[in-house]
């Protein structure tokens, strides 16, 4: 019993011992990518070549007006606003007429999907406002993504210029109230954040993020049209892969945008985190698994675990603080240094008890694979592909 007993914690100061190690190298290798982002920024190019914004809408969203007043006020001299709902009806698109008529220089088109056809929703919106789009040159921004007026002069270069075929931005979280609006908007500025900057520092960019990418509409079509990732949650992560599996060069823009996080209670949250874990761990099987070495908190409480079995609780305390002091410090350099989110580094205090929390949902993410998503049920089945097990609830 005494042997089985000493195996077990030599098992556990194993396991608490590499996870440590190896969140203290992930924490090194974001000091790197976050130095080599800001020394890399995208030159604003002179050039105003014609822009088509594609904006898909469903509902009125918390913080909708601002986000949507945004691109209303660009500073730009020849762009258009594309938005589509599925019915005429959404209260979205009765936000997007006021708006119209109280700037009435911008070019608008608003059209309605009808129901989606395709498991993605969103990508099926896409398909409909592209043939409508003027201009070869298209930004593709989700609705709950607030940008600054510069920002089309900012973005576009890479892919007007035909350095790049796709064109993608890091973004902030940003909570619209509430206790587990601001942790899931700390995770997004943080953990997801440092996560893209490494994985292009490491592999350079093979995907794209959803809240903006910028591309062309030949580009689009090379790939098979928007029905290419009908079937995928993450649309925009295999857009970006597909584009970059064709030869493309897929580029992270400087240009840093908001993206806001409803108030959610704590059961919205967590379901809402369970769902992008859940399609990370079906789209990019290893390197979800290999998330798990990134956490530092967990390992700590492992550690102070073992430290009570053995007897040096002073060592446990050490170690469990060291982990802490390592998400104080993710949050500040990945979230204030990378992407200037004041909260991040204001809130930098709170990291170590999110990290907690997004362990145990990345653990959660391997049991089971169905998901809930916008009043619509579906399961998760090989590469990320969408089956939907009961329909979508009207707005």
């Not at 979280?173 to 700390?186: H, K, M, Y």
């Not at 090379?222 to 892969?241: C, H, N, P, R």
């Not at 990370?280 to 073992?306: K, N």
């Amino acid at each position: 019993m005494t042997l089985r007993i000493q195996t077990l914690a030599d098992l556990l100061f194993s396991i608490a011992a590499t996870g440590t190690l190896t969140s203290s190298i992930y924490l090194a290798l974001v000091c790197v990518a976050v130095r080599r982002f800001r020394g890399t920024r995208t030159p604003v190019p002179g050039e105003t070549p014609p822009i088509s914004v594609l904006k898909p809408l469903h509902g009125l969203e918390a913080g909708l007006r601002e986000n949507l007043t945004a691109f209303f006020e660009q500073d730009y001299p020849n762009f258009e606003l594309l938005f589509c709902a599925r019915t005429p009806l959404d209260p979205a698109l009765d936000l997007v007429r006021e708006l119209t008529a109280r700037y009435p220089a911008v070019s608008v088109k608003v059209t309605a999907s009808g129901e989606p056809q395709w498991p993605n929703a969103r990508s099926f919106s896409l398909s409909r406002m592209i043939p409508q789009a003027a201009h070869d040159l298209l930004v593709i921004t989700d609705s709950d993504v607030c940008v600054p007026r510069d920002f089309l002069r900012n973005v576009h270069g890479p892919v007007s210029s035909g350095r790049a075929a796709l064109v993608t931005c890091l973004y902030r979280g940003q909570p619209r109230g509430g206790v587990w609006s601001s942790v899931e908007a700390l995770g997004m500025s943080v953990d997801l954040m440092s996560g893209v900057l490494v994985a292009d520092m490491l592999e350079g960019m093979r995907f794209a993020l959803g809240p903006a990418t910028v591309t062309r509409r030949t580009v689009v079509e090379g790939i098979g049209g928007m029905k290419s990732v009908a079937d995928y949650f993450a649309d925009d992560f295999k857009l970006g892969s597909l584009v970059a599996g064709s030869g493309g060069t897929v580029e992270l823009s400087g240009q840093v945008v908001d993206h806001a996080v409803p108030p959610y209670s704590f059961t919205q949250s967590f379901r809402h985190q369970l769902l992008w874990m859940r399609s990370s761990r079906f789209s990019r099987p290893l390197g979800h698994i290999g998330a798990g070495l990134t956490f530092a908190v967990p390992w700590g409480l492992l550690g102070l675990v073992w430290s009570v079995q053995a007897r040096c609780l002073r060592l446990g305390l050490v170690w469990l603080l060291v982990t802490a002091l390592n998400r104080v410090a993710l949050s500040v350099i990945a979230g204030w240094c990378a992407v200037r989110d004041p909260f991040a580094l204001r809130c930098c205090w709170m990291n170590p008890l999110r990290d907690i929390l997004a362990f145990a949902v990345w653990a959660m993410s391997f049991l089971g694979r169905t998901v809930h998503f916008r009043g619509a049920k579906y399961r998760f089945i090989e590469d990320g592909h969408l089956a939907p097990i009961s329909p979508p609830a009207r707005p």
